[in-house]
């Protein structure tokens, strides 16, 4: 039999080797035909610390590791996005200095 593989995005990274992986679906409602957006949470493995917050990963389905953990990182397929301000702002204070 083969093991589910599905891909998500990285919500949590604050505990050591897990991630929160989300995995967005649309359901079809039975009476109303409405498409409704749920999302499935998946708590993934992720040995070496590759993904961080914002990332989409592959992860596939494996043995139970601990009480909630029943998946595995494959590969972070793309880097999330998000953009640290304060490093922002101080790079922008020092470029400031530099030219004065």
Do not use: F
Request: charged share 35%; hydrophobic share 35%; proline share 3%.
């Amino acid at each position: 039999m083969s093991k589910h593989v599905a891909q998500g995005v990285v919500t949590s990274d604050k505990t050591a080797k897990t991630r929160r992986v989300e995995i967005p679906r649309l359901v079809r409602h039975p009476r109303y035909g409405k498409y409704l957006r749920r999302r499935t949470v998946c708590y993934v493995h992720d040995e070496k610390d590759e993904s961080h917050l914002g990332d989409t990963v592959e992860i596939v389905e494996c043995r139970p590791r601990s009480k909630m953990k029943r998946w595995e990182l494959v590969r972070v397929v793309s880097k999330g996005q998000v953009i640290d301000l304060a490093a922002m702002r101080a790079a922008d204070k020092a470029a400031e200095g530099e030219e004065n």
